[in-house]
């Protein structure tokens, strides 16, 4: 068991009102602790520094902070204490271990943007509602299977993330979200023509009004959720037909596509190559890693998609077990 050492805030000189965490020892883990009152400090940021726990004294010494940044760390829980920062805005918990957002953290009604991707996430609580101030929110590469209706009472809300987990269906209420201009989803490589799976700008945003548009259409016939293949059938080939009139935009729209086009293709040659050497050995990979990288082509076999490059790719060229 890798040993657990300690470091100390106050052993790291601010940058005006930030502070920077850096662990030089990467060989252990940390606990991290602050016994110095830091009230003008506004940011803390340790990233990659083998973290595993904050300790309560971080949450009473600097007590104004804004911005907690500890991405890319060893943490498997979201610290009771954290409900002491009354200010925070900001908080990036990425590329970490945990499985719970803990209920206390819906309270925190001054917190715009939560960053959980890459984690063991299962839930995303109805509790969510609670969370009006939200305007980023992003939980990419989690082990989620269901997403809650809730989710989409989140008016405020901007960016969504919400790509490379296990559910085959997403709520129509998403179509409320009236402010969202940034959306990073997988699905959108299966459309017609083929997305990139993050879009936002002025294309990007006429593609998400769209797509609103059908979910609301369903939400009339009392429909709440919008599986794989409905939104496949719903949102292609309709989008490009009837947002981009103008010549100018629609030449945009072309190359946007093109491009789009040509990686979804390239990304379905190296996946084939993957599966094929994965199958060999499936004990030489990690297999939790290769399912959710490939999690997409699965969802395509059960619907007869591969996007809508119509690339057929037999459920027998990629031999896979439901985590």
Same mark, same amino acid.
């Given at each position: 068991? @890798?040993?657990?050492?300690?470091?100390?805030?106050?052993?790291?000189?601010?940058?005006?009102?930030?502070?920077?965490?850096?662990?030089?020892?990467?060989?252990?883990?940390?606990?991290?602790?602050?016994?110095?009152?830091?009230?003008?400090?506004?940011?803390?940021?340790?990233?990659?520094?083998?973290?595993?726990?904050?300790?309560?004294?971080?949450?009473?010494?600097?007590?104004?902070? $804004? #911005?907690?940044?500890?991405?890319?760390?060893?943490?498997?829980?979201?610290?009771?204490?954290?409900?002491?920062?009354? =200010?925070?805005? #900001?908080?990036?918990?990425?590329?970490?271990?945990?499985?719970?957002?803990?209920?206390?953290?819906?309270?925190?009604?001054?917190?715009?943007?939560?960053?959980?991707?890459s984690n063991e996430l299962s839930r995303i609580p109805n509790?969510?509602?609670?969370? /009006?101030?939200?305007? #980023?929110?992003?939980?990419?590469?989690?082990?989620?299977? *269901?997403?809650?209706?809730?989710?989409?009472?989140?008016?405020?809300?901007?960016?969504?993330?919400?790509?490379?987990?296990?559910?085959?269906?997403?709520?129509?209420?998403?179509?409320?979200?009236?402010?969202?201009?940034?959306?990073?989803? !997988?699905?959108?490589?299966?459309?017609?023509?083929? *997305?990139?799976?993050?879009? @936002?700008?002025?294309?990007?945003?006429?593609i998400i009004n769209f797509m609103k548009g059908t979910l609301?259409?369903?939400?009339?016939?009392?429909?709440?959720?919008? $599986?794989?293949?409905?939104?496949? !059938?719903?949102?292609?080939?309709?989008?490009?037909?009837?947002?981009? /009139?103008?010549?100018?935009?629609?030449?945009?729209?072309?190359?946007? %596509? /093109?491009?789009?086009?040509?990686?979804?293709?390239?990304?379905?040659?190296?996946?084939?190559?993957? %599966?094929?050497?994965?199958?060999?050995?499936?004990?030489?990979?990690?297999?939790?890693?290769?399912?959710?990288?490939?999690? @997409?082509?699965?969802?395509?076999?059960? =619907?007869?998609? *591969?996007?809508?490059?119509?690339?057929?790719?037999?459920?027998?060229?990629?031999?896979?077990?439901?985590?």
């Amino acid at each position: 068991m @890798k040993k657990i050492t300690e470091l100390n805030v106050e052993d790291f000189r601010p940058l005006g009102n930030k502070i920077i965490v850096q662990n030089k020892n990467l060989g252990g883990l940390i606990t991290l602790k602050c016994f110095r009152n830091f009230n003008t400090c506004h940011v803390l940021e340790s990233k990659k520094t083998n973290l595993l726990k904050l300790h309560k004294s971080i949450f009473l010494n600097i007590p104004n902070l $804004t #911005t907690l940044d500890l991405r890319q760390n060893k943490l498997i829980k979201i610290s009771k204490h954290l409900a002491l920062l009354k =200010n925070l805005n #900001t908080l990036k918990l990425d590329d970490n271990q945990i499985s719970i957002l803990p209920e206390f953290i819906f309270n925190m009604d001054k917190l715009e943007c939560l960053s959980v991707n890459s984690n063991e996430l299962s839930r995303i609580p109805n509790s969510i509602i609670k969370m /009006q101030n939200l305007k #980023t929110f992003k939980f990419a590469n989690n082990v989620l299977h *269901y997403l809650p209706i809730e989710l989409g009472e989140l008016r405020n809300l901007e960016v969504l993330h919400l790509e490379s987990n296990y559910f085959v269906e997403i709520p129509t209420t998403l179509c409320y979200l009236s402010q969202l201009s940034e959306l990073s989803f !997988e699905w959108l490589e299966f459309l017609e023509p083929p *997305y990139q799976r993050n879009i @936002k700008d002025s294309i990007g945003k006429t593609i998400i009004n769209f797509m609103k548009g059908t979910l609301l259409d369903m939400i009339k016939n009392g429909i709440l959720f919008c $599986t794989f293949k409905e939104f496949i !059938e719903k949102n292609s080939n309709a989008i490009s037909n009837s947002s981009f /009139q103008d010549d100018d935009k629609s030449e945009k729209y072309k190359v946007y %596509s /093109q491009k789009n086009k040509e990686e979804v293709e390239n990304e379905v040659r190296s996946i084939n190559e993957e %599966s094929k050497v994965a199958n060999v050995n499936v004990n030489s990979v990690d297999k939790r890693s290769f399912m959710k990288k490939n999690i @997409k082509i699965f969802y395509a076999i059960e =619907n007869n998609y *591969y996007g809508v490059i119509k690339v057929k790719i037999s459920s027998s060229n990629l031999k896979h077990t439901r985590l």
